[in-house]
Nanobody, 122 residues
Framework: VQLQAYGGGLVQAGGSLRLSCAAS????????MGWFRQAPGKERDIVAR????????YYTNSVKGRFTISRDNAKNTVYLQMNNLKPEDTAVYYC????????????????WGQGTLVTVSS
């Protein structure tokens, strides 16, 4: 599986962005998909995760109520809608795919996109 993340950019605090991650290959629906982010000088952490069918989602506490993860298996794409962005959301955002089921840890994801930079100005 090859993943291509896009949609990042510069936005003012309170604004919105939608990240997309397009996957190649016919087996996209068999993967749990996650969005991670890495801020400068910090470790990469999970932001959100969605199960294969889209029936279950997970969000880290700091983005609950502001971010929404979704997927369209017909289009081989996973999305991250980010609203009410804050300067602390500034990071490189990565999409990732896991064949290991409902997982949250970085080392349980098999495939990674190249990352897209989100910068939130105050």
């Amino acid at each position: 599986v090859q993943l291509q993340a896009y949609g990042g950019g510069l936005v003012q605090a309170g604004g919105s962005l939608r990240l997309s991650c397009a996957a190649s290959g016919p087996t996209f629906s068999s993967y749990t998909m996650g969005w991670f982010r890495q801020a400068p000088g910090k470790e990469r952490d999970i932001v959100a995760r969605i199960t294969r069918s889209g029936g279950s989602t997970y969000y880290t506490n700091s983005v609950k109520g502001r971010f929404t993860i979704s997927r369209d298996n017909a289009k081989n794409t996973v999305y991250l809608q980010m609203n009410n962005l804050k300067p602390e959301d500034t990071a490189v955002y990565y999409c990732a795919a896991s064949s290991k089921g409902v997982v949250l840890k970085e080392d349980q994801y098999d495939y990674w996109g190249q990352g897209t930079l989100v910068t939130v100005s105050s």
